[in-house]
């Protein structure tokens, strides 16, 4: 728990300094307009728009989807529950260079998002069960 905590500060902490310097820029691509902090010069929406390079692959979101997909893995391996691992891989595929071009980044976010819901459902109501169990084992005698 302190290492995904650890985890989580730090990823927070290098998104915020990202988030207090940049600005956002239209993007034009496959006849949609976005705004982005990054612009490519394939994805410029007029000739006076300037390119802004990228510093790298997005740090954060990618590991967060490596933390899901890792979780996932255990819980498929440990607990036959492969919706939170295939949610992440989904997430993953769809936000790669080949995919992108379909425009299915948004569709991995609902599969990521879905697999994670049904994973807290599915042992949010095992732990119901089990401390519902529990209480009746152990009757209050008067």
């Given at each position: ?141 008067d």
């Open positions: 728990m302190a290492v995904f905590c650890l985890l989580t500060v730090t990823i927070i902490a290098h998104e915020l300094l990202d988030f207090w310097n940049a600005s956002l820029m239209p993007v034009c691509e496959y006849d949609l307009v976005r705004y982005a902090t990054r612009v490519s010069a394939q994805h410029l929406c007029s000739s006076e728009q300037a390119v802004v390079a990228s510093d790298g692959p997005p740090i954060g979101p990618l590991v967060t989807v490596f933390v899901v997909i890792a979780t996932g893995v255990l819980l498929a391996l440990k607990r036959r529950f492969p919706w939170m691992m295939l949610g992440g891989i989904a997430m993953f595929v769809s936000a790669t260079p080949p995919m992108m071009r379909y425009k299915l980044d948004n569709l991995g976010e609902v599969a990521i998002t879905l697999g994670v819901i049904c994973a807290i459902a599915h042992f949010a109501g095992a732990a119901t069960r089990f401390n519902a169990v529990r209480a009746n084992d152990n009757p209050v005698v």
